[in-house]
């Protein structure tokens, strides 16, 4: 049982990893700075499609960030 649990949580632990890997390459690639991006990424309450609207209608990286948070 014990074995169960812990490969379980590794595999959460991956996905949530995973998750998070492709929502900060997302924002990069839609011009967000490092820094914004990665506050962006972590918060998962944030629309990430509203994110990339936000970029992609010329609204600065900082700017969109703190509209989002």
Known sequence: ???????????EEDEQFQ???????????????????????FH???DLHQALKLRQGGCPSLTAARILL
């Open 44 to 46: 998962l309450d944030v």
């Open 1 to 11: 049982m014990a074995q169960t649990t812990v490969h379980r949580s590794i595999s």
């Open 19 to 41: 998750v998070l890997h492709w929502r900060l390459s997302q924002l990069l690639e839609a011009g967000f700075d490092l820094d914004d991006a990665t506050e962006v990424a």
